[in-house]
C-alpha cells in the first residue's frame, strides 16, 4: 500500500480524511503540527503528502520548503489544502513543483482525482 | 480673533468681584483699549468699565513708515466703522514681526516699500519664520502697479491696493474680501485634512473587513469540510451500507454543506470586488465556448424545474474577456431566469452581434415573475431580494450573485442592464467588444 502523510491540524478533519484515505487503500500517517511535521516525514517516507496550509508552529509552505530539502521527500507529491481563498496562497502552492491545491470543503472525488494524478505523474503541477 | 472675556458691567461693586477672578488679556492691544485690572481696580477708567465685551471687529495691523498714511488710514477704517475694525500700526519690518508675534492679526496691509525691506520680504518672513495662523496680506504702493502687484501676489499676498485709489469704501473692501477668501481657504484645508483622515480610516476599516471575512471564511470552512466528509464516508458505506432513503437525507445533507461554501465564496468575492482585489485574465474567448459552458452549468436545475434553456443567435466570435468570469456571470443570470421562471416555460440566452458588428450582445431573458419597477433600480444592490421573488421562490440565497455580476461586466469595460414587467419576465443583458480579429 502507497504511503500518505496527512499534516492536518483539526481533529475531525483530520479522521474524517484518515478514514476516507484507507477507503482508498492508503497507509495513512498523520501530523497535527509543522514542528512535528519533519519527523513523521523522515519516520514514514511517504508517497505522498496533504499539508494544511494554516498549521500550529508555522505554515504549510515553511513545511513544504523543508520537505524539498530533505533529500528523502524532494521529489514527494504534495497537496496542499485550505479553506483560505487568499489568491496568494494558489499562487504559492503553484510555484512548488509536484503540487496540487484543494480548497476545502472539497468532494471525496476531487481529492480522489488529486491522490491519483500526483501518485501517477510526477512531473506535472496540478491545480484543482 | 483674540477673545476677551465678556464681563456685563452693572456697577463698580461688580467689577471688583469679577476682578478678583483671572480674566486673559491681549497683551498686543496697546493701540487700542485695554483693561489694566491687574493692578488697581479703583482706577479703572469708566471708558474701560463700560467697554468690556467680546471684540469681533476685525484685527488690523497697518504696516507703512508713513505716519500721516498710517493715521489716513486709521480714520479710513474706524472712523465711522469703529464697530468693525481695531487697527494697530508699524512702521518697519521688524516692528511688524514684534505685533504678529504678541497678536492674531486677522489681516495685512503692507506697504510694498519699508525702511529695511520691502513688503514682500514681510510675508517670506512670516511664511518662513515658523508664525502659526499667518494672516492675509494686502500690499499697498503708491508706484510700481501691475509688476509690483504680481511679485506681491507671487510671493503671497492676496490682494494689491493702490495708495492713489484707497479711500474708507475700497480699503474696507479690500480688508474684509481679503479675510473672507483667506477664512474659504482655512475651512477647505481643513475639510481636505478630515476627508484624508477619513479616507485612511475608511482604508484600514476595508482592510480590517477584509481580514475578518478570511478569517470567518476559515474558521467555518475546516469544520464544514470535516462535516461533509463525514456524511460523504456515510454514504459510501464506511459504517455498512445505508438504504435508499438514508441515502437521499445524506445527499441533502450535502448539498446543504455545498449551498454553505457558494455562499462564503460569494461573500468573499464580493469582498474582493469591493475592494479592487479581483484580477481579470482575459484571454481570446470563443463565444460559443462561453454559451455552452453556461447553459450547461445549468442543465441540472433546469431538468428539475422543468424549464427549457435554449441559446440562440451569433456565436462564431471571439470576445477579449476573463472566460470563468464571463461563464459565472452568465451561469448566475441563467440560474436566476431558471429558479423564478413557471414550470414548462422558456429561458432562453441569445446572442446578437451589434454596434455595426463591434460588440456582441449577450441577453438571457425568462417568462417567469418579472421585477416590480420601484425594485429596479435595486436589483443589483447587494443582498436585495425582491419581495416578488420571495413570494415565489424560497430559494433566495444572500443575495450577492447580480452584485457580482454587475462588478465583472463593469471590469470588462460594460454595463449589466435589466428590461422587466411584472408577470411577463425579465431580460438581463450586456455587450462584449469583439475581439480585434472579428471586427
Known amino acids: 500500500m502507497k504511503k500518505v502523510l496527512l499534516i492536518e491540524d483539526d481533529a475531525k478533519l483530520s479522521l474524517a480524511l484518515q478514514m476516507r484515505l484507507k477507503m482508498m487503500k492508503y497507509d495513512v500517517a498523520c501530523s497535527v503540527d509543522a514542528v512535528r511535521a519533519m519527523d513523521e516525514a523522515n519516520r514514514h517516507q511517504p508517497e505522498l503528502v496533504i499539508l494544511d496550509i494554516n498549521l500550529p508552529g508555522g505554515n504549510g509552505f515553511v513545511v513544504a520548503e523543508r520537505l524539498r530539502k530533505n533529500i528523502s521527500t524532494m521529489s514527494t507529491p504534495i497537496i496542499f489544502i485550505t479553506a483560505s481563498e487568499k489568491p496568494e496562497y494558489r499562487q504559492q502552492a503553484n510555484n512548488i513543483p509536484q503540487s496540487a491545491f484543494l480548497l476545502k470543503p472539497f468532494s471525496a472525488a476531487q481529492l480522489a482525482d488529486a491522490v491519483s494524478r500526483c501518485l501517477n505523474d510526477d512531473d506535472e503541477v496540478y491545480e484543482l | ?439
Not at chain 2, 411 to 424: A, G, T, Y
Open chain 2, 1 to 439: 480673533m483674540k477673545i476677551i472675556n465678556n464681563i456685563p458691567i452693572k456697577n463698580r461693586g461688580q467689577v471688583t468681584s469679577l476682578l478678583a477672578t483671572k480674566i486673559p488679556i491681549d497683551k498686543g492691544l496697546s493701540n487700542t483699549w485695554s483693561m489694566n485690572i491687574a493692578s488697581n481696580p479703583a482706577k479703572m477708567t469708566l471708558a474701560n468699565q463700560l467697554t468690556c465685551s467680546i471684540d469681533t471687529r476685525l484685527l488690523v495691523l497697518l504696516v507703512d513708515d508713513d505716519p500721516r498714511y498710517l493715521m489716513l488710514c486709521k480714520r479710513y477704517l474706524c472712523g465711522r466703522n469703529a464697530d468693525k475694525f481695531s487697527v494697530h500700526t508699524a512702521g518697519t519690518i521688524s516692528e511688524a514681526l514684534s505685533l504678529c508675534g504678541l497678536n492674531n492679526y486677522d489681516c495685512l496691509v503692507i506697504d510694498y516699500v519699508l525702511p529695511d525691506g520691502t513688503g514682500t520680504d514681510l510675508i517670506s518672513t512670516l511664511s518662513s519664520g515658523g508664525f502659526s495662523n499667518i494672516p492675509p496680506a494686502i500690499i499697498t504702493t503708491s508706484a510700481g502697479g501691475e509688476d509690483a502687484a504680481t511679485e506681491a501676489i507671487r510671493a503671497g499676498a492676496v490682494d494689491y491696493l493702490s495708495k492713489r485709489n484707497a479711500n474708507s469704501q475700497s480699503l474696507q473692501r479690500t480688508i474684509c474680501n481679503a479675510v473672507e477668501k483667506f477664512q474659504l481657504s482655512q475651512s477647505l484645508a481643513q475639510r481636505n485634512i478630515e476627508l484624508l483622515d477619513a479616507n485612511r480610516s475608511l482604508l484600514k476599516n476595508k482592510n480590517e473587513i477584509m481580514q475578518f471575512y478570511h478569517t470567518v471564511s476559515h474558521e467555518v470552512k475546516t469544520p464544514l469540510a470535516a462535516a461533509r466528509e463525514f456524511i460523504s464516508l456515510a454514504q459510501d458505506g464506511a459504517e455498512g451500507e445505508l438504504n435508499d432513503g438514508q441515502n437521499q437525507l445524506m445527499q441533502l445533507a450535502i448539498d446543504s454543506c455545498d449551498q454553505i461554501k457558494k455562499q462564503f465564496t460569494e461573500l468573499l468575492e464580493m469582498t474582493r470586488l469591493e475592494n479592487g482585489k479581483l484580477e481579470l485574465e482575459r484571454s481570446d474567448t470563443p463565444v460559443d465556448n462561453l454559451v455552452r459552458r453556461s447553459v450547461t452549468s445549468v442543465a441540472d436545475l433546469a431538468r428539475i424545474r422543468k424549464v427549457r434553456v435554449y441559446q440562440v443567435g451569433d456565436t462564431n466570435v471571439e470576445v477579449l474577456a476573463d472566460p470563468d468570469r464571463i461563464v459565472q456571470v452568465l451561469s448566475n443570470l441563467l440560474h436566476n431566469a431558471v429558479k423564478f421562471s413557471k414550470e414548462d416555460s422558456d429561458v432562453v440566452l441569445s446572442t446578437q452581434l451589434c454596434d455595426s458588428g463591434n460588440q456582441i450582445e449577450f441577453c438571457v431573458t425568462d417568462s417567469g415573475c418579472g421585477i416590480a419597477e420601484d425594485e429596479r433600480s435595486s436589483v443589483f444592490d447587494r443582498l436585495f431580494q425582491s419581495e416578488h421573488q420571495r413570494s415565489q421562490s424560497s430559494a433566495c440565497g444572500l443575495g450577492l450573485g447580480l452584485a457580482i455580476a454587475k462588478h465583472i461586466v463593469e471590469l470588462h469595460d460594460s454595463v449589466l442592464k435589466l428590461k422587466s414587467e411584472l408577470n411577463v419576465g425579465s431580460s438581463f443583458y450586456f455587450r462584449l467588444a469583439l475581439n480585434s480579429r472579428n471586427i
